[in-house]
């Protein structure tokens, strides 16, 4: 399904520096379509939430119902795959016991052991007007440490505004924030919750949040793709 499109060892050096990595165009322009059209389906969703109603900002996402669409399934895997090596790398130089089995299947067992049996990849809908708070995608104690987002929109043409941002909360320091703009069909990876930083005396934990600025103008959609399931 998808040509050799990530440099994992590339990948690992991103996330290791910044707690980030921008992939860059990993879906062709029709998938993306394929994906945005499916928003419509409520048979392939398991709940809607409208962010306004629990003050997480303004829009609205969707979680996939099990199973999944064959696309997302196979990207959910395909990334899993290619980011474990980093996840358990950050497990130890972080002194964390967890280590992360080589096949999602695998890893979903677990999660599901730990009564974490919802899926969790989304589709996000903004508006003009819509954002996202800064927030952490954990759903309970099992969590794997990284995430992606897919951006199914074309910035400039169908919408206007709607940054990814990405906090970083440095212990006794000030948080740094940094902001990106994927294309259509562009994908970030980034730390769930924290990342290893390396100090003068070892490594330290730096925690991460992440949202979307306000929409100025159209629609964004983007397919998030979280590989823990939830309580």
């Not at 303004?58 to 895997?77: C, W």
């Not at 964390?96 to 677990?110: F, G, I, K, N, V």
């Not at 007007?129 to 440490?145: A, I, K, R, T, V």
Request: with cysteine; charged share 25%.
């Amino acid at each position: 399904m998808f040509p050799d499109i990530c440099d994992w060892q590339k990948g690992r050096e991103a996330l290791s520096s910044n707690g980030y990595w921008e992939l860059g165009k990993i879906l062709p322009d029709d998938m993306c379509d394929q994906l945005a059209g499916t928003y419509d389906q409520e048979a392939l969703f398991r709940s809607r939430i409208v962010m306004s109603r629990y003050q997480f900002g303004s829009g609205e996402y969707q979680y996939f119902a099990y199973p999944l669409p064959g696309i997302v399934e196979k990207l959910r895997t395909h990334c899993y795959e290619g980011l474990q090596p980093v996840a358990n790398e950050w497990s130890a130089q972080l002194g964390q016991s967890e280590r992360y089995p080589a096949s999602l299947t695998d890893y979903l067992a677990l999660c599901h052991a730990a009564e974490q049996m919802r899926p969790t990849p989304l589709l996000l809908k903004y508006g003009a007007g819509d954002y996202n708070c800064l927030h952490q995608d954990l759903y309970g104690e099992e969590y794997f440490p990284i995430q992606m987002a897919i951006c199914l929109s074309e910035p400039g043409r169908d919408f206007d505004g709607g940054e990814f941002v990405l906090t970083h909360q440095r212990p006794r320091m000030q948080s740094v924030a940094t902001v990106l703009s994927p294309k259509k069909g562009e994908a970030i990876a980034f730390a769930v919750n924290t990342r290893p930083v390396k100090g003068a005396r070892g490594y330290y934990q730096v925690k991460m949040r992440h949202g979307v600025s306000p929409v100025k103008r159209g629609k964004r959609l983007v397919l998030g793709l979280i590989l823990h399931d939830a309580r």
